[in-house]
């Protein structure tokens, strides 16, 4: 532990958890990091290290119990079946199958597409209709034969922070300096800020703009090892990371006359942004307007507050692009991708400036859940 440490603990306190002990537990697992730090905060918000190791076993145990892993699938099923329900944590995904006229639901690794879901469930987390959300979902079996489904969800607990203290956590930043909460700050994400320059701090924070400022377009390209992905698959349930669109999936569904993921998410990832494939040229214009005021029309007007962040692989060297003729640092973006859409970034992060991925950069001291 350092001062800073020492300040958290005594102004942060429950708010707080050492990211070490993230690492010990998520090697061997897929579970995203906000799921991990969100078992670890029910366990190990503490600064005891007999309470720590309680905790850990605690989180462990409840990973051991309830985290499904891809070649357990018929054991969770059989699980179900025998004990007439059981708690998961699993991304759980509802979709609409209009052959049957339904919705049905299914697990990432439970191996059932047929899952009956209650109404109330998808009504109350739109999100589960547009990528999935991870969550705490009780899976009960269905003991009438008559039906065409053997499991139906009994409940389901969405894996977030209960509450924000924003007003909180606004008085607490009055006890540190700028730099003291940068630090703060880049811990939280689990890097060591000693370990980094502080031109590479401000670009690791600019990564996060798009997950707290509304409608904020941020492009990112680099090579490859950086992180540009993972920051926004891993750190927060209110972000999605995406490959390929369509307006109905991002934008507006006219058959279902909903929003799509813009208006559910926080912030819209395009992952190897160089590889999308663009097929409806409707997307990139309705795709204009909305990166330049928030909103765009689709038989009706439709605001929203999601940012949208663009990262992707500069294959060739910074060379090769500064100052040519034939290249340029936008050059891994689909062709679709015109002047018009790139004057609409907010900002551009150099990606040849972040450093490769490595255990060195990361930290064993305290920072926010």
Known sequence: MDKLDDKLIEIFDGKIVRKDLLQRIKKGTNVPTFVLEFLLARYCASDDEDEISAGLEAVLETLSDNYVRPNEANKAQSKVATKGRYKFIDKVHVRYVESKKRHWASLENFNSQTIAVG????????????????????????????????????????IQLSRFDFEGYKEGRKHFTRDEWMDVLLRSIGLEPSNLESRVKFHFLLRLAPLVESNFNLVELGPRGTGKSYSYSEFTPYSTLVSQVTVATLFYNKQRKESGM???????????VGNMKVKDTDLTQIMKEFMANGRFSRGKEVIADASMAFVGNLDLSVKQVVNSSEYDLFQPLPKEFDLAIMDRFNAYLPGWEMPKNSSGFLTNNYGFI
């Open 119 to 158: 109404e109330k469930f998808y009504k109350e987390n739109q999100r589960l209709l547009e990528g999935g959300i991870w969550a705490e979902v009780k899976i009960a079996f269905n003991e009438i034969e008559e039906d065409d489904y053997a499991f139906y969800i009994e409940e389901l607990r969405p």
């Open 262 to 272: 813009v208006g559910h998410w926080d912030t819209i990832a395009f992952d190897e």
